[in-house]
């Protein structure tokens, strides 16, 4: 577990499990001299703001796609929901692995997220009405499209937890049944809970 409160003495503040910890922000809105780079997939920090009862008063907060797989490719998704001037924004990201950032709206799941997770949905409701094995569906995906990864490939490298978490967080802000779990993928993520 980081030490929030130690944030002051930094310039850069990297909190990478924002997602699970949200009420993190009570002590980030505290200090107005340090960048907060967040994990908002699952979470947002103008949400988390929300929840926590505080009132924007000029944060400098940005969020990223921190999932495992996404964070390791050369373009990182951020989001600005506060219009942190875009020169800081790129100083604080520029020294870091990423080769290209792109902007993008703050919205829980962000793109990449919300796309290959909803394909895993999918994926898991042909594998639920016993179209094809796990890895028959993977095979096929990647001869098929051109993926580089098979769905269920996708979902042990992302972690089942952050699948079945971030897809349950989209659904709960969209109610697009597009993003409702299958029964399987749910099942499979409550066995690996006990």
């Not at 699970?20 to 997939?41: C, G, M």
């Not at 949400?47 to 505080?54: F, I, R, V």
């Not at 269920?152 to 049944?177: H, M, P, R, S």
Request: aromatic share 12%.
């Amino acid at each position: 577990m980081q030490d929030s409160k130690s944030a002051k003495i930094f310039d850069l503040f990297i909190d990478l499990n924002f997602d699970f910890n949200p009420e993190n922000i009570q002590d980030y809105s505290k200090n107005t001299q340090t960048i907060f780079l967040l994990s908002a997939v699952n979470s947002t920090p103008e949400q988390a703001l929300l929840n926590s009862g505080l009132k924007y008063q000029g944060e400098n907060f940005f969020g990223i796609n921190a999932i495992p797989t996404f964070l390791e490719r050369k373009t990182i998704e951020y989001s600005n929901p506060f219009q942190l001037n875009e020169e800081i924004v790129q100083n604080a990201i520029q020294p870091l692995i990423w080769d290209k950032l792109e902007k993008v709206n703050s919205r829980i799941g962000m793109i990449t997220p919300r796309i290959v997770f909803m394909i895993i949905n999918e994926a898991y409701y042909t594998f639920q009405e016993g179209t094809a094995a796990k890895e028959d569906i993977d095979i096929a995906m990647k001869l098929g499209t051109n993926y580089p990864k098979g769905p269920f490939e996708w979902c042990k490298q992302a972690g089942l937890d952050n699948v079945y978490k971030t897809l349950y967080a989209i659904y709960e802000d969209t109610k697009d049944e597009r993003y409702k779990i299958c029964p399987a993928l749910k099942s499979e993520w409550i066995q690996s809970q006990i």
